[in-house]
């Protein structure tokens, strides 16, 4: 290897080690889910790119013997292990999460660029044969299955955009696997359960809220269908299984929400033991903010909250939905 191809492989080895500590603390911003799948699809075809060119910086750069390719290819890995690990603990330290998937995906990158590394060796080994062994067709293969694999949350999510926007008018049903995707909690613990057994003539799947003993802990409905327009109330029951009425707090924004308190709905419900079935009518919604009417056409997301607590709370909610007319419903 030349002098000027050592130090550009050296030159583009340090700005993508400086580009990926750069993302891990970088505060992205992440308003949309889908762009946030994209994000986190994105960790497998740039440590590809990384661990090609560690690889190659070991194999041309640091003139490793062809007896000792192997031990290129194992000391390659340990270092794309080591970064992707950096990585996620660096973003822990800047308010962001150390996600164990987003590792999973960087080892996907990984592997994939082992992978085609070794078959573009066995195929450069073989090019005086007719055609290139059944290893390298095995191992494009691999590569494959790990970018599928890594690349596959765009996808999925995707997919559950549709499965959202046949649902509406429903905005939760909680009955499906695909509608954790746009639920998200703070300081609560959330999971679709069968209903408890108090809760009569319940069937299907409800969310469970354990709300911890902390300050407004919440569940939030993450982007909804944005358009309630043609809609004259949200409607939703609620399950509290203790003895003892708690306040519910619902929050609904919009898109053009400024982050005032004064620029939103707040709605406070006392439930009492048992079942409530809340109606809000989105008149209300609409009128709440002081400074402009709310946009039912561009909604961005439904809060369910707690004020202050001093132990924790159990809370089931289903069915959230829009409903046209006169109020509908009343409780199972």
């Not at 970088?26 to 740039?46: M, Q």
């Not at 000792?68 to 690990?85: E, F, H, K, P």
């Not at 080994?125 to 067709?137: C, D, K, L, T």
């Not at 609409?286 to 909250?305: D, I, V």
Request: charged share 20%.
């Amino acid at each position: 290897m030349t002098q000027l191809r050592r130090w550009t492989w050296i030159a583009l080895a340090g700005s993508l080690l400086l580009a990926m500590l750069a993302q891990a603390l970088a505060p992205i911003p992440r308003e949309r889910i889908y762009i946030e799948a994209l994000l986190d699809a994105g960790h497998v075809p740039l440590f590809t790119v990384f661990t090609l060119l560690v690889l190659s910086l070991l194999l041309e750069v640091g003139r490793v013997a062809r007896r000792q390719r192997s031990t290129a290819y194992i000391l390659t890995l340990l270092v794309a292990i080591a970064m992707g690990a950096i990585t996620e603990l660096l973003q822990s330290r800047v308010g962001r999460d150390a996600d164990f998937w987003d590792f999973v995906r960087d080892l996907c990158g990984a592997g994939a660029a082992i992978a085609l590394a070794i078959a573009w060796r066995q195929l450069w080994r073989s090019a005086h044969r007719q055609r290139a062994p059944i290893q390298v067709g095995l191992l494009v293969l691999v590569a494959f299955v790990f970018w599928g694999f890594g690349l596959s949350a765009p996808l999925s999510t995707l997919m559950n955009y549709r499965a959202r926007d046949a649902q509406f008018p429903v905005l939760a049903s909680f009955d499906g696997d695909w509608e954790r995707t746009f639920v998200r909690s703070r300081d609560s613990e959330v999971r679709a359960v069968a209903p408890p057994p108090a809760w009569k003539g319940r069937k299907g799947r409800v969310l469970r809220v354990r709300y911890e003993a902390k300050e407004y802990p919440a569940v939030i409905l993450q982007e909804p269908v944005s358009d309630w327009s043609a809609y004259d109330f949200l409607e939703f029951d609620v399950y509290n299984p203790d003895s003892t009425a708690v306040d519910l707090i619902v929050r609904i924004d919009d898109n053009s929400h400024n982050g005032y308190y004064s620029d939103r709905y707040h709605g406070t419900f006392s439930i009492g033991p048992g079942v409530e079935h809340l109606v809000i009518p989105l008149e209300e919604v609409k009128q709440a903010p002081r400074s402009r009417a709310m946009n039912l056409r561009a909604m961005h997301s439904l809060t369910l909250f707690l004020g202050e607590m001093d132990r924790p709370w159990t809370l089931y909610f289903d069915h959230i939905e829009l409903t046209r007319g006169e109020e509908t419903g009343a409780p199972d």
